[in-house]
């Protein structure tokens, strides 16, 4: 199954022991927050403290200086 890139577009984004994107077109990519260590490393308050990137196309973290791309979520990296 092919996904365009419209459809790999971020609305929000949750975190507890998993990092959850939930995408425009419905779905809700997770991964483990082992995968990603300076999130895995911070404060709640840090991991709350994110914004859209890209038009929704990725994330960042400004107090982390960490970015997340939809597309690599969606490969598994």
């Not at 459809?7 to 984004?13: C, I, M, R, Y």
């Not at 038009?55 to 690599?72: F, K, N």
């Amino acid at each position: 199954m092919s996904t365009s890139t419209h459809e790999a577009v971020a609305l929000d984004v949750r975190i507890d022991e998993e990092i959850h994107v939930r995408l425009l077109d419905g779905r809700t990519v997770s991964a483990p927050l082992s995968w990603f260590p300076r999130l895995a490393a911070a404060t709640p308050a840090q991991r709350a403290d994110w914004r859209l990137i890209g038009r929704g196309e990725g994330i960042h973290w400004p107090q982390l200086d960490e970015d997340l791309s939809v597309a690599g979520l969606l490969a598994g990296r």
